[in-house]
């Protein structure tokens, strides 16, 4: 399966528009549509009588998963389209609408940020990280993004421990996605929650 990368961050600024359309009709074609196959094979399992409640939860959470790809996908054929893009705040409440929406969970993002279109990418799967370990670790209840002008800020009231731990490597991907593109991570967490602080 052939997936999304910088590469098609940097084909997005630099390739004529044929180029831009032939990138965007491979994507709907491909990743877009095995992408949707995916998740209506899973809805399928997951509304299945023989389905546990045990087995059903974690199914549900891959398929959220899966619509937050779908939706990213969606936005990169938008751009390769049309040179435009959403704004990096609209397309963040978008995947944090769907990763939260079965949760009980509430979230707030104020302000706005700029983000650079070979950045973005990385960017955002680096904060969908964050918001899952959040929601399945931190036992929170409101989650609070900040964005200043090169500053993304996630607050959450949960239990802390937001720690890289051995044959874990969740903390390490998102250490790995922010270094290539140069920004970095700072994360304070206690055991009233935790603030990570994103630097670009």
Known sequence: MWCPSNLLARLM??????????????????????LASLGYR???IIGSNNLDNINRTPLRQIRFSISGLINQVRDEIFELRTNE???FKAQLDQQ????????????EIHGEIEV????????MRAVRE???????HADCSVIQIKLTSNQIEIEDNGIGGVIEKQNSYGLLGVRERLAEIGALIDIKSQSTGSTILISL
């Not at 004529?16 to 990743?31: K, Q, S, V, W």
């Not at 964050?130 to 399945?136: G, S, Y």
């Open 96 to 107: 944090l609408s769907t990763i939260l929406s079965h949760s009980k969970i509430t979230y």
């Open 85 to 87: 893009s959403k704004s």
């Open 42 to 44: 899973l809805d399928q």
């Open 130 to 136: 964050l918001i899952f370990n959040a929601m399945r």
């Open 116 to 123: 650079k279109s070979n950045q973005r990418f990385e960017l």
């Open 13 to 34: 600024n630099s390739s004529p528009n044929t180029e831009r359309t032939r990138l965007a009709r491979e994507l709907h074609d491909g990743l877009a549509q095995e």
